[in-house]
């Protein structure tokens, strides 16, 4: 399969600040891929070294084989949908949507139809008279949406797309932007640092902490098998048991993770505390328990029983539940 | 209790501070048709429009009307490039003192004229610069530009960074960006700040007083005619066209700028 972006070995640093530090990444053509991290990690500048907005300190960009190292944004075949959404707010949707094609030079009529055929895929035709202003901030999105996706980019860009929208419309967008990735069969690039987004919505992902990539694989890799310690706190839901916990466990004296569905309770064991806090959650409860300086939670499935907030209770798990991980 | 509707008192305040701010400008349109050349006497003796045929043959009032346009115009036209270009360095770049920057550009609209007028004055001096058409409008283009800037700065303000990044990634090289997006966006905001840039180089009197030598733009041939006994009329048909040269503008940028907060520096 062809690379649709490839990093060698790329940096972008500001000053004395390594925004970028020395990343090296393979995006597929096709693929649903996501940058995962917290602000200031370099995911967001990663994202403008492909747009061209930035340009790398050292190292090899190439999209599609080319070396884009020289290539000016307007001239790459890629598009952005930026966070703001950036509509131009003197034109109307039809105009900001045919945007593209006419600075190419292309005639009103026929841009004018590309236009309404795009607006028609992300479901808002009749809307093309209506000026920015005048949309909410879901369709806004959409007419960002149509508006990059006119040029026939060979890689859209997507910056936090769905951050200024509300829970559920950003629910239905997700599920929305996840169907038109399947149906045009073009490689997406989201960055988030919403986890959720990125695991639910990525076939891949990779995680960015302080400029490097922590860790770059399937959200089922990044989840289960979290790399280092970063990632399974970030990536969160996964218990992190520190050096001493893993080796009262019987395990060699490492960060690990724990997944909490695969976490049991026991009468006794080698670590044990109090229930300090039950979460309901209708297929089973959420119990963590205090071990020391460490809340390890659990999911005592539905129809087990469920100690009480105070009980004394010791962890339990198969031998291969438990993940090694490095520190960084 | 407390009520909504304001008291008589408060109402007869008001309409009695607007009047005395407003009742003297109908004075000096209605002395424009007095049939009295010599003093303004109230009421007047009689009424005649024979003024205004007479503002026109005079030779006088055409040179100082010619340069008080030709000044304002020159003025304008510097401050919307120069100010326009201010405006852009300031908001895109971040540089160090680039705030104590902003506050030397908009210092001349805060300057008292008399002061700007004398430091310009003793600079052309000591630089053996001749008093001329140019010496006028580089006096004027100090306050111009500010008002250029002042506009340009707070519509660029408004916009989104992004759209001129999202130009670009639409493929629009630098020049359809400016003419698409920029100028679009910008053009009210400076066609406003060139119109209150021109209205206040028109009148200006101070710093011109500092910068003319023996030129006589209109604001000063009036000053100079109120002192003469004859034909005092006449000074009030050029007041007349002052006022329209100078309120249309300003009534058209207020217009232009509605609904923005950009109704800027208002105050020379």
Redesign the interface.
């Known amino acids: 399969m062809t690379a649709a972006v490839e990093f060698q070995n790329v940096s972008r640093h500001f000053g004395s600040v390594r925004a970028v530090d020395g990343v090296d990444l393979t995006i597929a053509e096709g693929s649903f891929f996501a940058m995962l991290g917290p602000s200031g990690s370099g995911k967001t500048t990663c994202l403008r070294l492909i747009s061209g907005f930035e340009k790398p300190t050292s190292g090899t960009i190439r999209i599609f084989g080319e070396d884009v190292s020289s290539v000016p944004p307007h001239l790459r075949n890629v598009n952005t949908v930026f966070q703001d959404y950036a509509l131009f707010p003197h034109m109307n949707v039809r105009d900001n949507v045919a945007y593209g094609l006419m600075v190419k030079g292309m005639g009103r009529a026929q841009r004018h139809a590309k236009a309404e055929e795009m607006l028609a895929l992300v479901k808002l035709s009749g809307y093309g008279d209506r000026k920015p202003a005048q949309l909410s901030g879901g369709q806004r999105q959409r007419v960002a949406l149509a508006r990059a996706l006119v040029n026939e980019p060979r890689v859209l860009l997507l910056d936090e797309p769905l951050g200024a929208l509300d829970l559920k419309l950003r629910e239905a967008m997700q599920d929305e932007l996840k169907a038109l990735q399947h149906k045009l069969g073009l490689t997406f690039v989201f960055v988030t640092h919403d986890q959720h987004e990125a695991l639910s919505m990525a076939d891949h992902l990779a995680v960015f902490n302080e400029g490097k990539i922590a860790q770059i694989g399937t959200p089922q890799d990044i989840y289960d098998r979290p790399a280092t310690r970063f990632v399974a706190d970030f990536v969160g839901s996964s218990n992190v048991l520190p050096p001493e916990l893993t080796r009262a466990l019987g395990g060699p004296p490492q960060w690990a993770s724990l997944r909490p569905e695969a976490t049991k309770l026991a009468a006794t064991g080698p670590v044990s505390g109090p229930v300090t806090a039950l979460r309901y959650l209708g297929s089973g409860t959420r119990v963590v328990i205090r071990a020391g300086e460490t809340e390890i939670a659990a999911l005592v499935p539905a129809g087990e029983p469920v100690p009480a907030e105070g009980e004394i209770r010791a962890i339990a798990f198969a031998p291969q539940a438990l993940h090694l991980m490095g520190e960084a | 209790m407390r009520s909504d509707r304001p008291s008589l008192l408060l109402k007869i305040t008001a309409i009695g501070g607007l009047l005395f701010l407003h009742l003297p400008i109908l004075f000096i349109f209605l002395y424009a048709f007095t049939t009295e050349e010599r003093t303004y006497q109230f009421p007047p003796p009689g009424l005649t429009l024979k003024w205004f045929g007479v503002a026109w043959e005079r030779p006088d009032i055409w040179p100082p009307l010619y340069l008080s346009l030709k000044v304002a115009a020159i003025a304008t036209l510097m401050a919307m490039v120069l100010g326009t270009l201010a405006a852009a360095a300031m908001s895109r770049a971040r540089f160090f003192g680039r705030d104590q920057l902003s506050l030397l550009i908009i210092l001349p609209i805060a300057l008292p004229g008399v002061i700007t007028g004398m430091s310009l004055r003793s600079a052309f001096g000591i630089m053996d610069i001749p008093f001329s058409t140019w010496t006028i409008v580089l006096g004027h283009a100090t306050f111009c530009i500010v008002i250029v800037y002042n506009n340009a700065v707070a519509r660029m303000r408004r916009?989104?960074g992004?759209?001129m990044?999202?130009?670009?990634?639409?493929?629009?090289?630098a020049f359809?960006t400016f003419r698409?997006?920029l100028l679009?966006?910008l053009g009210s905001a400076l066609l406003a700040g060139g119109m209150l840039a021109f209205a206040l180089s028109f009148d200006e009197v101070i710093v011109t007083t500092f910068t003319a030598g023996q030129q006589s733009t209109l604001p000063i041939w009036m000053l100079n005619e109120l002192v003469r006994p004859r034909q005092r009329p006449v000074t009030n048909v050029v007041a007349i066209v002052v006022f329209a040269a100078t309120f249309m503008p300003i009534l058209i940028a207020y217009y232009l700028t509605r609904g923005g907060s950009e109704t800027a520096g208002m105050g020379k």
Do not use: F, K, T, W
């Not at chain 2, 990044?165 to 090289?173: I, K, W």
């Open positions: 916009l989104s992004g759209i990044e999202a130009s670009a990634d639409l493929g629009a090289n359809q698409y997006v679009p966006n």
